[in-house]
């Protein structure tokens, strides 16, 4: 034989695959898990949008100028209808696909990066206003606070949409495992794990570590003065919705950012991993993903509950605007000055 006369020799032993060095598959969603996540971003949407309108609607008919942390408040409501606005674009393309082209990939994201960035931005202004009121109340006093309050919000927006600017990044393509359109980050092949670990550490960083630093030290701060002075227990109680709203963005975002910090230690194997363990990292991934979207509804509800001045505000708008019949002058509805440490919206 002519293999022979070659001299070929040829081994016969089985190849045995390396389950090390096999690709994990590909997460997969079921459809009734896509219909039910579906309806959940589309109930965001819908209680999202009227809730956030009638907080700004509440905050801005005052005829008071509006103190800072009030002001910051109308931000963080307009911040989480832009959140909301992209909800509707995820929800189809949980179902279908992304099915809307890459420029409005690239809105989408961008829009959904200012809400978030803008968000915490706005909320560590507050907590730092609420530390300079009541820690160094001198300082406060002699400050044209309102005027400067205006100045940081133009300067929390144009911070925001710098750092929302990776979201060009974002594209629309067929995803190879799914083999249907998704929008999503698009790097090139030889900078791809660069880029996402620079993206993903300004993320982390500038969006989530320092000010969860600087609102923790201010408020922990405050709440000591507020626990050392006469009256502080009322003034404590001023506080606890603006408190009760920085806890519901922690509990809402955290969880995500925990879940991308695993992700970006596994993709750079800083971690070494397995593919159950990155199979569950994926699927947190989309889980904390959908409940840091309901963020932008929750606010409002919990002024609602817990904001009695935003209630008795509200009624008054109402009434106003002739929603509700003028009833006769009810303790909910006595107004009084409130004093730059309560805030007029607690």
Known sequence: IIYDELNFTYNYTEFIVDPETQPCDHMSISDTASAVVCAFYVLIFVLAIPGNLIVGLVIGLTKQPLPPSDLYLLHLALADILLAITLPFWATSVTMGWVFGDFICKI????????????ILFLTCISVDRYLVIVRAMEARKANRRQVSWGVCAAVWLAGGLLSLPGLLNSSFTSSNTKQAVCAEDYDPTSADEWRLATRCLRHTLGFVIPLVIMVSCYGVTIQRLLHTRDGFQRQRAMRVIVIV??????????????????TFFRTEIVPYECPARSAVDQAMFVTQ???LLHSCVNPVLYAFVGEKFRRRLLQVLRKTGVLERASVTRSSRSSQSSEITSTFM
């Open 108 to 119: 989408v994201s961008i829009l959904q990066e200012l809400s978030f960035y803008s968000s």
């Open 290 to 292: 959908s409940l840091g």
């Open 246 to 263: 920085v806890f519901a963005f922690l509990l809402c975002w955290t969880p995500y950012h925990l879940t991308v910090m695993a992700d």
